[in-house]
DNA sequence: CCTTTAAAAGTGAACGCTCATTCACTTTTA
DNA sequence: TAAAAGTGAATGAGCGTTCACTTTTAAAGG
């Protein structure tokens, strides 16, 4: 149980410095000894958690992708009307972008970047279902603009990885909200 | 005089060898090697046009945002309305996405990932000033939002780089004013 | 409780390869 | 004909990955 535990931790570890150094200076920065190093551990080790870097790097990103994806629908209610529901998600990715700043910078540099395998559903917006249904929700309701979810996620969630990000000075709330604003105005109809 | 122009036709060969490579697998899949054979020279030939790798990919980014504001301000009057010179910066944009889509992908590219050593003015919206000022008089008039540029650009300019993209399907001219209209909606008072 | 023991986990050094860069040399230019 | 431009092969560093080996683990036996 322990040892199961320090397996985890490993793990876990591996994938953070990976993580970091990704972030630091992109891919070919992240090389196998100075994730193993970071992780204290050697770089053979990394071997008996993942077949290769591509298989690194790929379960980094689907694990991140997950952790984004709860985020975003903590504590939704699908019964809430539709611009409540949509300020609730908007602001729950808002706080990802803030409180897991590395991990966000990551899956921004993964979308524009032939970093990860993925290359089919990369850019499709499987991810954020319940966001696109309630998109459709809003639609049918006469709320919404009437144009492809793709172009609805360009103008209110994508804009988020460029706003919030870590060069970037405080946040303050009124900021927040100017952002929101301008989100839900690019899509109300 | 044709010697000349034969070594600046090398030049561009090598630049545009080098974009096409790191569009198809990121920097690292953009090896010396790789990029002198797609420009028809040796390896040791680049080294008379660039100092260096980091000097290649920086003098490509460097053209390429260059002929990005060139093409974002052609036939740009200052004398003319807010919005009727926002729409047409926005169209020249959109025309740049499309026409150069390497060019546009790439500048994509360096946005969100440190291929480009310039870290300061990365993020900062120099290369755009023309825009930049048309917002500040727009906001005096009050037509736009009294919200930083910095948002502005966010909410109109950077989601053309998700929207605008090679593997998506043919772009109608319907899709792009719809594009422009949620732009506009997101920034105006 | 302690010792045994075999499997599991972890390791540092080494291998083969690829890359950026250089160099001695050849070709082109005017 | 000498300077400029271009070259293919060589160099050395760094990478991902493997391997022979050591250490740790935890269940079994005394």
Redesign the pocket.
Known sequence: ????Q??ID?RTALLKSTLGLINEGG??????????KMA??????????F????D?VNQLFNETRELFSQTAFKGYDQSMPVKKSFRAIWYNIAEFRLKHNEEASFLAQCESTPIVEEDRCKKDLHHLKPLVDLWLRGQREGIIKEIEPYLLYAYTIYPMSFVLNKENRKVEPDFLEAAFNAAWDAIKR
């Open positions: 149980m322990a040892r199961l320090k397996s490993k891919v070919q920065q992240a090389c196998m000894s100075k994730v193993a204290n551990v050697s770089p053979a080790t990394i071997y008996l958690y077949e290769n870097k591509q690194l």
